[in-house]
């Protein structure tokens, strides 16, 4: 669906028309953007929002929380100016919190993109300009892909589903919306906003990343959230073979503190809670420490921080 927000717009009048954009999206920058000529249609048949197949990273410590990720594919038919995205999910006081958003590469060189989470209201609301600072950069093209992850945390063993959506505010104003900028043969600028596709999904807590068919094609080593951490942060990572699996936590001079794993596990989606203590049982020091996972031929280490 389309909807015409300004026909022949100027410069000037573009400019205000991003600033109003850029304070609905909760962006403090102001965006005076120059008009984003239209591209050829690529893959994408329609302009769409689709949640795709939930994967669950099973805890390797018993009784603790498990991780479920669940991927967003976006679908534009043009280059695109901007992005509204407010969605909710659960109900309030369930047992699902939405921990981030993780982007993905295909907006690794947006200028904004913010997610503002509040696990209260059980919303978050995804902004996306491409270049509000650089007019002159490569934007995102017409087609079909990948745009980010949605990471929730189920503190609730017995919860069974629950469900994403989309919603509407007045004031400010928000609905699921991609806005495009067009330029006519005789120069004139038009901006229009496309009210994307979507379904609602319902996420069966039980069932996610049961399927086969979603064992991991690669190995990872996912960022540790949260970070900065006070006193435990989770760690997940993804196994695409069964395989011996070592999993330890470094100080900054190199030095062993916590073996989190060293055992055989089969493939997928996995997370373990590091509780900030050493393999003595002491609390470590607040500082930056390393974890460092060697699964079969996979090794790779990140960084994070433990603040008191």
């Known amino acids: 669906m389309r909807q015409d927000v300004k026909e022949n717009t100027s410069k000037p009048e573009m400019g205000v028309w991003m600033m109003r954009l850029g304070k609905c999206l909760g962006i403090t920058a102001v965006l005076l953007l120059p008009a984003i000529a239209i ?10 929002l689709t949640i795709g197949e939930p994967m669950i990273a099973a805890s390797a410590n018993p009784g603790t929380s498990s991780m479920i990720t669940v991927p967003l594919t976006m679908s534009n038919l043009n280059v695109l ?52 600072f650089n007019p002159g950069k490569d934007r995102m093209a017409a087609g079909k892909g ?27 104003r928000h609905q699921l919306m991609w806005v495009y900028s067009e330029v006519a043969e005789d120069g004139s600028r038009s901006v229009h906003a496309a009210y994307p596709e979507f379904k609602a999904m319902t996420i069966d807590v039980s069932a996610a990343g049961s399927n086969p068919s979603q064992v991991p094609t690669s190995y990872a080593l996912n960022q540790n959230y949260p970070n900065p951490f006070n006193p435990s942060t989770e760690i997940s990572f993804a196994l695409s073979q069964a ?34 203590r050493s393999d003595n049982g002491s609390p470590a020091a607040s500082g930056i420490y390393f974890y460092r996972i060697q699964a079969n031929d996979f090794v790779d280490t990140r960084k994070m921080t433990l603040l008191k």
Not at 39 to 48: F, I, L
Not at 111 to 121: P, Q, R, Y
């Open 39 to 48: 591209a050829a249609v690529g893959p994408a048949s329609n302009d769409a």
């Open 81 to 132: 100016a901007a992005v509204d995205m407010p969605l909710k999910f659960g109900t309030p006081g369930d047992g699902i919190e939405l921990r981030e958003v993780r982007f993905d590469s295909r907006i690794d060189d947006f200028d904004v993109k913010i997610a503002t989470i509040d696990n209260e209201a059980k919303t978050v609301l995804i902004g996306l300009v491409p270049m509000a």
């Open 243 to 276: 395989g011996h699996v070592r999993l330890s936590v470094y100080n900054v001079l190199g030095q062993q503190v916590r073996t989190l794993i060293d055992q055989d596990m089969e493939a997928g989606n996995k997370s373990i809670t590091w509780d900030g």
């Open 146 to 172: 990948p745009i980010a992850d949605l990471v929730f945390e189920v503190t609730d063993p017995t919860m069974t589903s629950f469900q994403i959506d989309t919603y509407t505010t007045e004031r400010p």
